[in-house]
């Protein structure tokens, strides 16, 4: 079936430093791509998206870029702040399943 | 600002108690969903609402019982919980067309004893 493979956390990174945060996909089909982002003690929020191979989504200068030669869609900043400190979680939509089905999440920690 | 507002924010029950949780939007969204949150887990479906009507139960036990009384509210119906039960529910709402791109609420934390 389909599925979403993240890579584990927590990923401790220092202010400013590089963010790669990847997400890897299994689909039997051609299937949109979602970070969403929740931070400590609240919902989850839509952070960036793509619907198509070669799109890139971006917000909050993060972005991420649909790979289906790859099936990847790693979630890339370029200076993070501790403001960034939260759990992200990638998420693929079919529309033949017409739910979200989510990675396990990845903890980011940011320290100043 | 989250434009999903969820009531309570935090609520402690017993196992024989009969209590509700509450969500509305005003982004004229016509699909609603309530979801649970275990801690450190990605969420979890619970139900699907379209058009007001329920169109997903991802097999919810019956002590659970969702209503949608209007387009822009969600009600969660509480009745004889289980300890497991509790946990972080998640109301959420999203365009028809866009089912993927779901805005969701703050939440409420449910704790059963």
């Known amino acids: 079936g389909d599925s979403v493979t993240q890579m584990e956390g927590p990923v401790t990174l220092s202010e400013e430093a590089f963010l790669t945060i990847n997400c890897t996909y299994t689909a039997t089909g051609y299937p949109s791509l979602f970070w969403y982002v929740q931070y400590p003690g609240e919902g989850l929020q839509l952070l960036l998206k793509?619907?198509?191979a070669d799109d890139k989504g971006s917000n909050k200068g993060f972005e991420a870029t649909y790979r289906k030669e790859t099936t990847s869609f790693h979630l890339e900043k370029g200076s993070v702040q501790v403001s960034d400190s939260a759990v992200y979680f990638c998420?693929?939509?079919?529309?033949?399943?017409?739910?979200?089905?989510w990675g396990a999440g990845t903890k980011l920690i940011i320290k100043p | 600002d989250t434009e999903v507002t969820q009531t309570p924010k935090h609520l402690v029950m017993g196992m024989t108690n009969k209590k509700s949780l509450k969500c509305e939007q005003h982004m004229g969204h016509r699909a609603m969903y309530w979801y649970k949150q275990k801690a450190k887990k990605p969420p979890e479906l619970m139900f699907v609402?379209?058009?007001?009507?329920?169109?997903i139960n991802e097999s919810v036990p019956s002590r659970f019982s969702p209503e949608c009384p209007n387009s822009s509210l969600l009600n969660l119906h509480l009745h004889a919980l289980q300890p497991e039960d509790s946990a972080l529910y998640l109301c959420?709402?999203?365009?028809?067309?866009?089912?993927?791109?779901?805005?969701f609420g703050e939440g409420s934390w449910l704790t059963v004893v």
């Open positions: 609402y379209s058009y007001e009507k329920l169109s």
């Open positions: 959420a709402s999203s365009q028809v067309g866009e089912p993927g791109s779901i805005y």
């Open positions: 998420a693929l939509f079919m529309d033949s399943n017409y739910q979200l089905i």
């Open positions: 793509a619907t198509k």
